[in-house]
């Protein structure tokens, strides 16, 4: 098995922007040094050039747009955020949701990009759809446990193990994250236990007045 992947969403949170962000990433660099665990971060889009130069960690885009260069004013074009260092991206997450067919041509063009794509999903039917598309993960997330502190590992187990043997029925090449009230090594312990190969998480570790301590307990039990 690969090394278990934990991913985490800074949002637009205060905690995760400038000084704060960084401080994120030093402790996921230093965690998933130590643990063998491979962390990967998602800050917002001007600090994804910063943290992909100075941090050994993996760096995440939080969205891309369905589009090409061109005249596309406000919009996240994929080539730019390949240029800034992005390892990946997340697409279709619950707070900024996309039509099927905008997730079926960014994943094409993280695709084309050499961007990993992480589609976000909100049940097994979903994870099933995203899988046809041919991401590199989807990411389950029940939206009404998303920053709930109600761990779906705990809360709703069942969802995670029927959106895993989904998504295999449809392309057993996709991995599978969960997400939403993550929170524990505990957490994570069940949700590889069910199948998948990680986490998706945000204000457990963004929030956190120690996050190093907090991406230590992640990485615990694994």
Not at 80 to 106: K, P, Q, Y
Not at 192 to 215: F, H, I, M, R, W
Request: aromatic content about 2%; overall charge negative; charged content about 20%.
């Amino acid at each position: 098995m690969d090394s278990p992947f934990i991913l985490v969403n800074l949002k637009t949170y205060q905690e995760g922007m400038g000084s704060n962000a960084h401080r994120i990433a030093a402790a996921a660099e230093t965690v998933a040094r130590e643990s063998g665990a491979v962390i990967g971060i998602a800050p917002v889009f001007t600090e994804i050039h910063p943290m992909s130069h100075h941090y050994a960690i993996p760096v995440y885009a939080q969205h891309i747009d369905a589009i090409t260069p061109g005249a596309h004013t406000g919009h996240i074009l994929p080539e730019a955020v390949r240029s800034a260092g992005a390892r990946g991206t997340l697409i279709n997450h619950s707070e900024r949701r996309l039509t099927l067919a905008d997730i079926d041509a960014c994943v094409q063009a993280a695709r084309r990009l050499h961007l990993e794509s992480v589609v976000c999903t909100n049940n097994d039917s979903t994870s099933a759809a995203a899988a046809a598309l041919g991401p590199d993960y989807v990411a389950i997330e029940p939206p009404e446990l998303i920053g709930s502190g109600v761990s779906v590992s705990k809360a709703d187990p069942g969802i995670i193990e029927r959106s895993v043997n989904a998504v295999r029925a449809v392309n057993p090449d996709v991995k599978v994250l969960t997400g939403a009230g993550i929170q524990s090594g505990e957490c994570v312990k069940i949700a590889v236990d069910l199948g998948t190969c990680g986490v998706l998480l945000a204000s457990s570790v963004v929030k956190a007045d120690d996050p190093e301590a907090v991406l230590r307990d992640l990485v615990s039990m694994l």
